[in-house]
């Protein structure tokens, strides 16, 4: 087997491939035997037709073309071992130019060259943005855990957990139950848009629009409430935006909230660790701080990236992109699942169809991955980043540390160890994030 090898882009190989008459020659009789056992033949059992009869039946072209397949399937992993390419998809036969021998020419997409100007890329350094987590944050934050486990007790009814609920008429923070319609003036017509059935409104929690909750403070189960409220200016919809309606509000139900206490017990449901409400702050402080280190650090990638990609050329081949755009459209899709929303929905809002939004909203996207993706592979192997094995147990023992189980903590660390894939995706990913650091002012 002879191959010569062209390089016709940054990302496409061109190989010619020159075959010898005598392997085609044994194509040709594998395609005949394939096609006696699985062909349909008039007048033969699967098998046992003659090869004149299959010849005349199928035809010689059809013969030759099932040899060339055989040859190719057979003959194209030794060219890649050969030539040391890999491809990124299949090859695509672009030329047939002798069957016997045959001789071929196929097109293989391979990972794109990735050229850096050194200069440029030695002179880039991007500051870390720096953040600091406010007492107010950490307050907002324990509000908000305590408003998610706030339960309600009918006001006027008595409460086995000892909650107060002796105050009947509506405080801040109450959840009433209320049916409301708004009219044009009062004693006007009922306008359609605003009629809200039973609709269970915690008080101070803003949903409704301004002015709206403060109304209803004070107001009892069973009772009418009557008011004028003006929409505000910049509100969503264009025939309220201002606008002034007359509601009529009825009160269904008035409960009064119990808010958890955080005991160690409550904590210890929470997270996991027995502590008090100034070990829960710290907890919660470590979560926010967390959190933000990993969105500004998110940010920061960006914008290093960005200045990155300006020091290099590459130019990606659209079989990768396709593949990548494919895999980001699957995770948009998952994303909108975790919503409680689905693809389809969400592209008939945007009134866009399937085609257009791979095209205009998640290429560019993947593009972006993959060159940076690429150009940090690049810069590694020209750097020669690796992790340390000090590195990797260190990132593996903060892994197996959010695990309480004794049992899987165990399975754990039998399994993560070098060769394993999750190891090494963990190895990986460290290598990358120490190329990214070299990059920090």
Do not use: C
Not at 130 to 138: A, D, L, P, T
Not at 155 to 169: K, N
Not at 324 to 339: D, G, K, P, Y
Not at 394 to 415: D, H, P
């Amino acid at each position: 087997m002879q191959t010569t090898v062209t390089k016709k882009s940054p990302f496409l190989l061109s190989i010619e491939v020159k075959e010898s008459g005598a392997e085609f020659e044994k194509a040709q009789k594998l395609a005949i035997e394939d096609f006696r056992k699985n062909g349909k033949i008039n007048g033969f059992k699967p098998g046992t037709a003659p090869d004149n009869v299959i010849i005349k039946q199928f035809g010689q072209s059809a013969i030759d073309q099932h040899a060339v397949d055989i040859i190719i399937d057979k003959i194209y992993p030794k060219i890649l071992k050969k030539e040391n390419i890999i491809p990124v998809a299949p090859g695509n036969i672009t030329e047939l130019k002798s069957t016997n021998p045959l001789e071929f020419v196929i097109e293989v997409e391979i990972f794109p060259e990735v050229t850096i100007d050194e200069k440029k890329l030695d002179a880039i350094k991007v500051k870390k943005t720096n953040f600091k987590v406010m007492k107010k944050e950490i307050d907002e934050e324990i509000e908000a855990i305590k408003r998610r486990f706030t339960h309600y007790h009918e006001a006027g009814v008595h409460a086995d957990d000892g909650a107060d609920t002796s105050h009947t008429a509506i405080e801040n923070g109450d959840r009433a139950t209320v049916t409301a319609q708004g009219y044009d003036k009062k004693g006007g017509d009922a306008i359609p848009e605003t009629a809200v059935p039973s609709y269970p409104l915690v008080i101070g929690s803003g949903n409704f629009i301004p002015g709206f909750e403060e109304k209803l403070i004070g107001a009892k189960a069973g009772d009418e409430v009557a008011f004028d409220i003006t929409f505000p200016a910049d509100y969503h919809s264009e025939e309220f935006k201002g606008r002034k309606v007359h509601f009529v509000v009825n009160v269904e139900k008035v409960e009064k909230p119990h808010d958890p206490e955080f005991t160690e017990d409550f904590i210890e449901k929470l997270r996991g660790v027995k502590t008090d409400l100034e070990g829960f702050k710290e907890i919660i402080k470590k979560e926010i701080s967390a959190r933000k280190e990993t969105e500004n650090r998110r940010k920061d990638e960006d914008t290093l990236m960005k200045k990155m990609l300006e020091a290099a050329t590459i130019e990606v081949g659209p079989a990768l992109v396709a593949n990548e755009v494919n895999q980001i459209f699957a995770e948009h899709s998952e994303n909108l699942a975790q919503q409680g929303l689905n693809m389809k929905q969400y592209l008939e809002h945007i009134k866009m169809d399937e085609e257009a939004y791979k095209e205009t909203v998640v290429k560019p996207e993947a593009e972006r991955r993959l060159k940076a993706e690429l150009l940090l592979r690049k810069i590694r192997e020209i750097r020669k980043v690796e992790a340390t094995e000090a590195e990797i147990k260190e990132e593996l023992e903060k892994i197996i540390a959010q695990y309480q189980n004794a049992e899987v903590v165990a399975r754990l660390r039998e399994k993560l160890v070098p060769g394993d894939m999750y190891y090494e995706d963990i190895k990986n990913r460290l290598a990358y994030r120490k190329t990214v650091d070299m990059f920090w002012e």
